[in-house]
């Protein structure tokens, strides 16, 4: 996806979708109005959350932990996730910490 940008007082993004929280991105090219109504024309992006239940049965415990870390050369940006999901009883839980730590990207222009 493109950088956001500037203009006239308003700031547009990118929407920083973070991938940790993704289980799967499922995309359909070409019209799907008959599935998913009218604004489908041009295709669908679905975007699938981490299922804390379908985590925990793919591992060997009653828990699972990931941990995440990276590096942006652009804006200098460090990130660390951490992502864990158990078995409560019944349920099933799923918590998520996230940290992003960066400086101004700088551009040239007015």
Same mark, same amino acid.
């Given at each position: 996806?493109?950088?956001?940008? +500037?203009?006239?007082?308003?700031? =547009?993004?990118?929407?920083?979708?973070?991938? *940790?929280? *993704?289980?799967?991105?499922?995309?359909?090219? +070409?019209? !799907?109005?008959?599935? &998913?109504?009218? %604004?489908?024309?041009?295709?669908?992006?679905?975007?699938?959350? *981490?299922?804390?239940?379908?985590?925990?049965?793919?591992?060997?415990?009653? !828990?699972?932990?990931?941990l995440a870390t990276g &590096?942006?050369?652009?804006?200098?940006? &460090?990130?660390? +996730?951490?992502?864990? !999901?158990?078995?409560?009883?019944?349920? &099933?839980?799923? *918590?998520?910490? %996230?940290? =992003?730590?960066?400086?101004?990207?700088?551009?040239?222009?007015?």
């Amino acid at each position: 996806m493109p950088s956001g940008f +500037g203009s006239a007082g308003t700031d =547009q993004g990118r929407g920083n979708i973070n991938p *940790l929280n *993704l289980e799967r991105v499922e995309v359909l090219k +070409g019209p !799907a109005s008959a599935l &998913y109504g009218s %604004d489908a024309i041009g295709g669908v992006v679905i975007f699938e959350s *981490l299922n804390p239940e379908r985590m925990v049965k793919q591992g060997d415990g009653d !828990a699972v932990v990931r941990l995440a870390t990276g &590096y942006a050369s652009k804006d200098e940006r &460090y990130h660390a +996730g951490l992502t864990t !999901a158990a078995s409560l009883g019944a349920g &099933y839980g799923l *918590l998520q910490i %996230d940290h =992003q730590s960066f400086s101004e990207l700088d551009v040239n222009s007015d």
